[in-house]
């Protein structure tokens, strides 16, 4: 797990106490901000749950302490001045106490993962009336044979029909290939990993 060394972050510069951007590892929405001293940077490596310290009670707490909504930590990196951390975890629940996925209102994310996600939860959940419940439950033969109609369908749209038929059809597409993803255990970051890969040795 990518972590910053202690040693070499600029405390001293900050007053002892470092800003902490804290995005979702999956959607890249930004989540909150917080302030890390040693102690909380030291929690946060050992628990895996994000900590901060908090200015106005002058004194350390973990996210999600008192309402269970933790940040489980996936890494973390110092910017070029060694003076701010960036924080990505996977939420678990609202982070703000508003009851929101955010502190920011409306931050921007990857809408994609959001459906991913979403997809990932309705194949744990399988809600009776969910149409993808019914995808997962027709079985692996019968998403994949979705995603060939689709296929099929988004390029004769892109022949033969307006943008608007095509935004349709790759729509389409793209969420029957999520759902098809699910159901062989895999996860759109699988795919995404892939093109990251060809893209460095491209």
Known sequence: MPFPDPESLAWDAA???????????????VLMLGYMDRAALQTTRETGKVSFYSRSRQQAWTKGETSGNFL??????????????????????????????????DAPGSFLAELDQLVQRRDLERPAGSYTTSLFEGGIRRIAQKVGEEGVETALAAVAEGDDALSGEAADLIFHLLVLLRARGLSLEAALSVLRERHRTD
């Open 15 to 29: 007053s002892g106490l470092l800003p902490a951007i804290v995005q979702d590892a999956d959607t890249l929405r």
């Open 72 to 105: 489980t930590l996936v890494s973390m990196q110092a910017d070029c001045d060694d003076d701010t951390l960036l924080v990505l975890a996977r939420p678990q629940g609202p982070t703000c106490h508003l009851d929101r996925t955010s502190c920011f209102a």
